[in-house]
């Protein structure tokens, strides 16, 4: 199991409104800091009388609201008023309710005339071809979702270019398309502020070959203490083991998803922060992303066939186990439960995991 330790155990901000009293007050304040929240108490009472006046109201649990994303809209609204172009990374896994952030993101932003762009690391997909040959014969018979299904150079070059005063240019993908596997859809440009990037692999870096090598061929406690030595600032934050659940085939694949690591590092570089939501339990992701599958086939009846959806799951899981790849440098981490509830959020350097010894069978229950 994955919980975020700290020095000291705090008590809830009793400022905040009762149902989002769920997560210590210190590393909240920090957070808040982070974004240049010097008063919380009458910063929240700034947002009670905002919110109050948005219709819909947001779907997120009070916990998640108030101790993710209003902290995360004042990141972005302190980035914006820097007057440089810049942008922020949101690391989640998938079904984390990322979409839905972006969307309430996206109206916060147009109430408070911020010029906020928000894409998808899906909208980066290669076009169809392309991303057939890219996909072929991978273990997951997926044509999207793990690392080489992307193109990053189009966007780092699309970035780039927009930081320099230009438009910004990025295409749009339309998963609806090819029977359900997706395809791009034209373009959007502007010339925002901001642009923040979604994507379950975002700020995700590879492991030197070598390294993983020994990973995949030996079980011993003193491997993984040299990886977790090198790769964080504790050396007892030790990573797991091959997860169980991986066949042969799966396995045999990691070292090609670590190689097409690669090309994504450029674009990371991009990123001027990164915030990550973070399970947890690894295996809530597959939960989360199979009761979303479930509304929208309620909804509007159609969805992706079970045996799809659970290679699109598993190669979004698998194909970069996150023990071994999701302890990220990030400024920012919020720790989520299985009902999406925020129980810890702060600075990313205040976050100690103790990571899973598996994905908790996230191959057959979730």
């Known amino acids: 199991m994955s919980r975020v330790v700290t020095d000291t155990d705090s008590a809830a901000p009793l400022w905040l409104p009762e149902p989002a009293r769920m997560f210590p007050e210190q590393p909240y304040r920090d957070l808040l800091a982070i974004g240049g929240v010097t008063e919380p108490v009458s910063w929240v009472q700034k947002w009670k009388t905002q919110l109050a006046h948005l219709s819909p109201a947001p779907t997120a649990h009070p916990s998640l609201l108030w101790g993710g994303w209003l902290p995360l809209l004042e990141r972005c609204r302190q980035l914006v008023d820097s007057g ?33 762009a928000v894409a998808s690391i899906d909208d980066l997909y290669l076009p169809w071809t392309e991303r057939k040959q890219a996909m072929a014969g991978n273990p997951f018979g997926v044509l999207r979702g793990p690392p080489g299904s992307h193109d990053p150079a189009l966007a780092q070059a699309a970035i780039a270019q927009w930081r320099r005063g ?24 502007g010339e925002p502020q901001l642009l923040l990037l979604d994507g379950w692999l975002l700020g995700c870096r590879e492991i030197p070959e070598a390294t993983l090598q020994a990973l995949l061929s030996s079980e011993s406690y003193a491997a993984e203490k040299r990886f977790a030595g090198t790769h964080s600032a504790t050396a007892d934050r ?33 990123l001027s922060a990164l915030w990550q939501l973070r399970p947890q339990r690894w295996s809530l992701a597959r939960r989360w992303r199979f009761q979303a599958e479930a509304r929208q086939r309620r909804l509007s009846g159609s969805a992706l066939p079970m045996e799809r959806l659970e290679g699109l799951v598993r190669s979004c899981i698998y194909s970069l186990p996150p023990n071994w790849y999701q302890n990220l440098s990030a400024e920012a981490v919020i720790l989520l439960d299985s009902r999406r509830r925020c129980l810890w959020s702060g600075p990313g350097p205040q976050a100690d995991f103790h990571p899973q010894s598996a994905l908790e069978s996230s191959s057959a229950t979730g």
């Open 84 to 116: 440089e172009r810049h942008v922020l990374g949101l690391n989640g896994p998938i079904g984390a309710g990322k979409s839905t952030l972006l969307a309430l993101i996206t109206r916060l932003a147009r109430e408070l005339d911020l010029p906020i």
């Open 166 to 189: 230009g438009t910004l240019v990025l295409p749009r993908f339309d998963k609806r398309l090819r029977q359900g596997e997706g395809d791009r859809c034209g373009q959007w440009q």
């Open 238 to 270: 030790l990573i797991s083991l091959i997860p169980p659940g991986l066949s042969a085939e799966e396995q045999a694949w990691l070292p090609i998803w670590n190689c097409h690591l690669k090309s994504y590092q450029p674009l990371w570089q991009e």
